[in-house]
């Protein structure tokens, strides 16, 4: 249990933080490079317990991958050789993106593979995945009447498909491509709104027919994927939460340096510029790949509320939890609709944000699809259930380091998943 914040008498930031890199760009480009003919080079990767997740899962079909490290050389294999049938199940941990694009990947081979996971993960839904992966050939088998792992994906040869993916996820729709590019068949995916992009734009940079046409991206069976040469930039989700602890400060600054911009991730930015935050915005060369930024917050403006609408939702989905206690020193009421895939992330985070923010004094309520929370100057004091979900464990600790929170927080340890550091660069800006 930790405790935060307490007995904090000045409330000013300070410093540079570089956040970790970004963990959806860095299973991405372990999987790549894995599947790439040559050899890649990929610096400044996500070093956390997910990440190391993937490279656990390919490692376990038969790719060799060095130790997750900050500068990675990997000798990719392709994508359609050298696989083994795994000799165990296909340890996921708590990670969807690995769960459901290694899907994607073992759809494709001519044996079967089960994954497994943590109790977080075991109950996210995975029949979404299994139905367009079926639709193309596979045969995926479930406990009967559960929808969660464990998963046995029977892959084999695989057709084509044209597939309209009934929610808004990245993680859907990569499952899909990586099934086309590894089965070697052309696919084509619609989603409801458009999310982030980074399979298409990774894929296309190594050499893959990816092209977006009146809604649909459509991906050609590929020979070879090139090798990756790859600054992974700074993740926007982890920044997030830096960015609100500026923004909570009384006075300072904080500098986020080597921000990956992308207009599928940039909600939360724009969200609490919206509230009155006052984010400088300063272009940083990057070497190839997206575009990234220097992000510099200042502490000491007012905050109102806002509401944020389905169409904005899917630019910032990881950011809600820190948007909706980061809307508690806001004045007014902020409001959040069409959030409802929030419900099924690595806990119920609508569910588990309006229970938390009750249990340290703030007037909050659920909706089906989102939530409402009602701003406050009152101190706050309370212990946090984050549900092993490392989301709710740093958007608490972000206000429980802020003045008049007394705050502690159950399991401060899973911040793993996405952000090892996360505890030590918070204790560094803050005097
Ligand atoms: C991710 C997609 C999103 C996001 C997750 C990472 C990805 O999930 O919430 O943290 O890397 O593709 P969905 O695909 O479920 O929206």
């Known amino acids: 249990m930790a405790a935060l914040g307490m007995g904090r008498t000045t409330d000013a930031v300070h410093g540079n933080v570089r956040v970790p890199g970004d963990k ?59 696989l083994r049938s795994p000799v165990s199940p296909l340890q996921c941990q708590n990670s969807g993106t690995t769960t459901r694009l290694m899907a994607g990947v073992a759809a494709a081979q001519p044996f079967a593979s089960t994954f497994v996971g943590d109790a977080s993960l075991s109950r996210r839904p995975m029949r979404r995945v299994a139905a367009p992966l079926e639709a193309m050939g596979a045969r995926v088998e479930f406990l009967e009447g559960h929808d969660g792992l464990p998963m046995t994906v029977h892959g084999g040869a695989l057709h084509g498909i044209a597939w309209e993916l009934p929610v808004a996820s990245a993680q859907l729709k990569s499952a899909i491509l990586l099934a086309g590019l590894c089965g070697g068949v052309a696919v084509r995916v619609r989603e409801p709104a458009p999310t982030r992009d980074h ?76 509230m009155g935050g006052a984010v400088d915005e300063v272009r940083v060369s990057a070497p190839g790949g997206e575009p990234r930024d220097d992000l510099i917050a200042h502490g000491g403006a007012r905050l109102r509320g806002i509401s944020i609408e389905r169409d904005e939702v899917t630019a910032m989905i990881d950011e809600v939890p820190m948007l909706a206690v980061l809307a508690v020193r806001a004045e007014g009421t902020t409001e959040v609709r069409g959030a409802e895939e929030l419900r099924v992330k690595e806990s119920d985070r609508i569910a588990a944000v309006v229970s938390n923010l009750r249990a340290i004094g703030v007037e909050a309520h659920e909706l089906p699809d989102g939530l409402v929370v009602h701003g406050t100057d009152a101190p706050l004091a309370g212990h946090v259930k984050t549900h092993a979900d490392h989301r709710i464990a740093m958007a608490f600790g972000i206000l429980g380091a802020t003045r008049d929170c007394a705050i502690t927080v159950d399991d401060p340890d899973c911040v793993a998943v996405s952000y090892p550091h996360f505890w030590e660069d918070l204790a560094r800006v803050a005097s």
Request: aromatic share 6%; hydrophobic share 45%; net charge neutral.
């Open 199 to 274: 399979t298409e734009r990774m894929l296309s940079a190594l050499g893959v027919s990816v092209t977006t046409r009146d809604g649909w991206i459509e991906l050609q069976p590929a020979e070879r994927l090139s090798p990756l040469d790859l600054d992974v930039p700074g993740d926007p989700s982890s920044s997030a939460f830096f960015l609100a602890r500026a923004l909570l400060a009384g006075e300072g600054s904080l500098r986020l340096e080597n921000v990956l911009r992308s207009p599928f991730r940039d909600g939360f930015l724009r969200a609490v510029q919206r």
């Open 24 to 82: 959806s760009i860095s299973h991405r480009a372990l999987m790549f490079s894995a599947f790439a003919s040559g050899t890649s080079r990929v610096r400044g990767i996500l070093q956390s317990d997910d990440v190391k997740a993937t490279a656990g899962v390919l490692r376990a079909l038969g790719w060799k991958l060095p130790e997750v490290s900050a500068e990675m050389t990997i000798d990719g294999a392709g994508f359609t050789s050298r």
